[in-house]
């Protein structure tokens, strides 16, 4: 019985509309997005978009075979394609460089260098070249499987049957295998860096201090994000040498709870407020509940700037969730996270709230990334609208913020989406590294939300959406975002996913790095502390800089 399916050889001719398309995914894969990359990054996300066009394109192709349709094959077409797409793959790799120099430019960095139009290639064909052969070696199964499936049911459903028998075992040795050894490897990984301790970190011996002798918290227990936040600058002397203080400055009280401090979150959290109470953290000017990242990390200058513009005064709370990283942590435990900053803030705003109002420190929220996220979600609106909080500080908030989401989403006409104006900015706004925009002179209401964001930063600004059309935040276009980004189909969709995972590794100031300057400046809008003028703020900043924060 002849077999209604034909095998196709490992090497045979490239599909050549598919050719075309994949070179223009190439090519386009080269043009600039958000952040700057490295070569091989860029090679990389080249083979991808190539991959990935070549077999949406193959795979129309196919259909169209499958219904039937007229097929229209001259026999310069394989030649001509190969040409044409050899041609826009040399396009793209020729300007690659000036492509990827106007992005270093906006991102003050220097130019990138002269050979990487060659390290691109290396880098895509050692991709693409396997990413090929895993594809005929899927068809070859497909073939195969619908070849002796067709012997008892008619074509059409043999190889449907075929194409999902061969989809469901790639799934699973991809997800289950693959996957399962990387998420193992990268779990021991992370609990290393976790329980590391610092030699350059010691145990504190001040009874006021988490993890001292006195305390609730044992310092081996604090893990590694715990141990550098505890030990974290400034303390009082460092104070008032920077701020130039007529009067001493304050030890800010600072705790912090790891996972391996108790077995639950509920017990973590009541860790928390036991010892902050001990320390006497409710009886300072602040009180920031500051939601760690993924991994336990809090950004000291996200938290050292506001302990300088308040000499001290400042109590922060914190408690570990999580020692993987962020993006890991949302993939695998999203949910425990939030679990634990709702704990966490009922703990602690239930006994803040227990306390005369005139005898209580000013409470605010504050998160960095997924620390962000978790932080927006601790706290139930109609649970604390008789009592309300004084404010949040949410940084780099990731775009699966709800009320970030919808706070842009209502933005008033004719503010942009990276730096929205939301009905007159009385609750909420947005400041990027050029400060908030105007809001005249609405004031501030009761309780004041603010958010440090950069438009360059795709952690905030991934829309999946951009799979097929254009975000709103490109236009009007942010200073930070090269003139040279054009947002297409499919591509741009790939460059912002690789630009997700990149805003990490960026310049200060760019991408998902944030300065510690811009921290000054939203903590003073926020929590606007007496006795600051200009010169003064521009000292501090410049301390910042001088250590490259």
Same mark, same amino acid.
């Given at each position: 019985?002849?077999?209604? /399916?034909?095998?196709?050889?490992?090497?045979?001719?490239?599909?050549?509309?598919?050719?075309?398309a994949g070179a223009l995914g190439y090519a386009a894969a080269l043009t600039p997005?958000?952040?700057?990359?490295?070569?091989?990054?860029?090679?990389?996300?080249?083979?991808l978009a190539f991959l990935a066009l070549y077999a949406i394109t193959a795979a129309l192709v196919g259909l169209w075979?499958?219904?039937? %349709?007229?097929?229209?094959?001259?026999?310069?077409?394989?030649?001509?394609?190969?040409?044409?797409?050899?041609?826009?793959?040399?396009?793209?790799?020729?300007?690659?460089?000036?492509?990827?120099?106007?992005?270093?430019?906006?991102?003050?960095?220097?130019?990138?260098?002269?050979?990487?139009?060659?390290?691109?290639?290396?880098?895509?064909?050692?991709?693409?070249?396997?990413?090929?052969?895993?594809?005929?070696?899927?068809?070859?199964?497909?073939?195969?499987?619908?070849?002796?499936?067709?012997?008892?049911?008619?074509?059409?459903?043999?190889?449907?049957?075929?194409?999902?028998?061969?989809?469901?075992?790639?799934?699973?040795?991809?997800?289950?295998?693959?996957?399962?050894?990387?998420?193992?490897?990268?779990?021991?990984?992370?609990?290393?860096?976790?329980?590391?301790?610092?030699?350059? /970190?010691?145990?504190?011996?001040?009874?006021?201090?988490?993890?001292?002798?006195?305390?609730?918290?044992?310092?081996?227990?604090?893990?590694?994000?715990?141990?550098?936040?505890?030990?974290?600058?400034?303390?009082?002397?460092?104070?008032?040498?920077?701020?130039?203080?007529?009067?001493?400055?304050?030890?800010?009280?600072?705790?912090?709870?790891?996972?391996?401090?108790?077995?639950?979150?509920?017990?973590?959290?009541?860790?928390?407020?036991?010892?902050?109470?001990?320390?006497?953290?409710?009886?300072?000017?602040?009180?920031?509940?500051?939601?760690?990242?993924?991994?336990?990390?809090?950004?000291?200058?996200?938290? @050292?700037?506001?302990?300088?513009?308040?000499?001290?005064?400042?109590?922060?709370?914190?408690?570990?969730?999580?020692?993987?990283?962020?993006?890991?942590?949302?993939?695998?435990?999203?949910?425990?996270?939030?679990?634990?900053?709702?704990?966490? /803030?009922?703990?602690?705003?239930?006994?803040?709230?227990?306390?005369?109002?005139?005898?209580?420190?000013?409470?605010?929220?504050?998160?960095?990334?997924?620390?962000?996220?978790?932080?927006?979600? @601790?706290?139930?609106?109609?649970?604390?609208?008789?009592?309300?909080?004084?404010?949040?500080?949410?940084?780099?908030?990731?775009?699966?913020?709800?009320?970030?989401?919808?706070?842009?989403?209502?933005?008033?006409?004719?503010?942009?989406?990276?730096?929205?104006?939301?009905?007159?900015?009385?609750?909420?706004?947005?400041?990027?590294?050029?400060?908030?925009?105007?809001?005249?002179?609405?004031?501030?209401?009761?309780?004041?939300?603010?958010?440090?964001?950069?438009?360059?930063?795709?952690?905030?600004?991934?829309?999946?959406?951009?799979?097929? +059309?254009?975000?709103?935040?490109?236009?009007?276009?942010?200073?930070?975002?090269?003139?040279?980004?054009?947002?297409?189909?499919?591509?741009?969709?790939?460059?912002?996913?690789?630009?997700?995972?990149?805003?990490?590794?960026?310049?200060?100031?760019?991408?998902?790095?944030?300065?510690?300057?811009?921290?000054?400046?939203?903590?003073?809008?926020?929590?606007?502390?007496?006795?600051?003028?200009?010169?003064? %703020?521009?000292?501090?900043?410049?301390?910042? +800089?001088?250590?490259?924060?």
């Amino acid at each position: 019985m002849e077999k209604p /399916f034909v095998h196709q050889p490992l090497f045979a001719p490239l599909v050549p509309a598919a050719l075309v398309a994949g070179a223009l995914g190439y090519a386009a894969a080269l043009t600039p997005s958000l952040i700057p990359r490295a070569g091989s990054d860029q090679g990389i996300l080249a083979a991808l978009a190539f991959l990935a066009l070549y077999a949406i394109t193959a795979a129309l192709v196919g259909l169209w075979r499958w219904l039937g %349709l007229p097929r229209w094959r001259p026999g310069w077409l394989s030649w001509g394609a190969r040409a044409i797409a050899l041609g826009i793959v040399i396009y793209g790799l020729a300007n690659v460089t000036g492509w990827q120099k106007s992005v270093h430019e906006v991102a003050g960095m220097e130019p990138v260098e002269s050979a990487r139009p060659f390290t691109i290639l290396g880098v895509s064909l050692l991709v693409i070249i396997p990413g090929l052969a895993l594809g005929r070696l899927a068809r070859a199964l497909v073939v195969a499987a619908a070849n002796a499936m067709a012997r008892f049911l008619p074509d059409r459903v043999a190889l449907l049957g075929a194409m999902v028998i061969t989809a469901t075992l790639f799934w699973t040795l991809g997800n289950g295998v693959l996957a399962g050894a990387l998420l193992r490897s990268l779990d021991r990984a992370a609990l290393q860096v976790n329980t590391f301790i610092n030699p350059e /970190f010691s145990a504190p011996v001040d009874p006021m201090m988490t993890g001292s002798p006195a305390s609730l918290l044992t310092w081996e227990d604090l893990s590694a994000p715990g141990r550098a936040r505890v030990a974290s600058f400034p303390n009082a002397g460092q104070i008032a040498d920077i701020v130039g203080l007529d009067t001493p400055a304050q030890d800010p009280a600072r705790v912090y709870v790891g996972l391996a401090s108790a077995e639950t979150p509920e017990e973590r959290a009541a860790l928390a407020l036991a010892e902050l109470k001990r320390i006497n953290g409710f009886e300072r000017e602040l009180l920031v509940i500051a939601t760690p990242t993924g991994r336990g990390w809090i950004d000291p200058s996200s938290m @050292s700037a506001l302990e300088y513009l308040w000499r001290g005064d400042v109590a922060s709370v914190s408690v570990q969730y999580s020692y993987l990283p962020s993006w890991l942590s949302l993939l695998l435990e999203p949910e425990y996270g939030v679990e634990t900053a709702r704990i966490v /803030f009922q703990k602690i705003y239930d006994h803040w709230r227990s306390l005369p109002p005139d005898a209580r420190p000013r409470l605010y929220l504050k998160g960095v990334s997924l620390g962000a996220r978790n932080s927006e979600l @601790s706290a139930d609106v109609w649970d604390i609208l008789p009592d309300p909080y004084d404010g949040a500080f949410w940084i780099g908030p990731t775009f699966t913020n709800p009320l970030w989401q919808d706070f842009t989403a209502r933005r008033d006409a004719g503010s942009p989406a990276w730096r929205p104006v939301v009905d007159g900015g009385t609750l909420v706004r947005f400041a990027t590294q050029d400060g908030t925009p105007d809001h005249g002179d609405a004031p501030w209401g009761p309780v004041r939300i603010l958010y440090l964001q950069y438009p360059s930063d795709a952690v905030t600004f991934f829309e999946p959406e951009t799979f097929w +059309r254009p975000p709103d935040w490109l236009y009007p276009r942010a200073p930070d975002v090269a003139p040279a980004f054009r947002w297409l189909p499919v591509v741009s969709f790939l460059q912002l996913l690789a630009d997700l995972t990149g805003s990490f590794q960026t310049p200060v100031g760019v991408g998902h790095a944030f300065a510690a300057a811009h921290y000054i400046d939203s903590w003073m809008e926020l929590t606007e502390p007496p006795g600051w003028d200009d010169a003064q %703020l521009e000292r501090l900043r410049e301390w910042y +800089r001088m250590r490259g924060m």
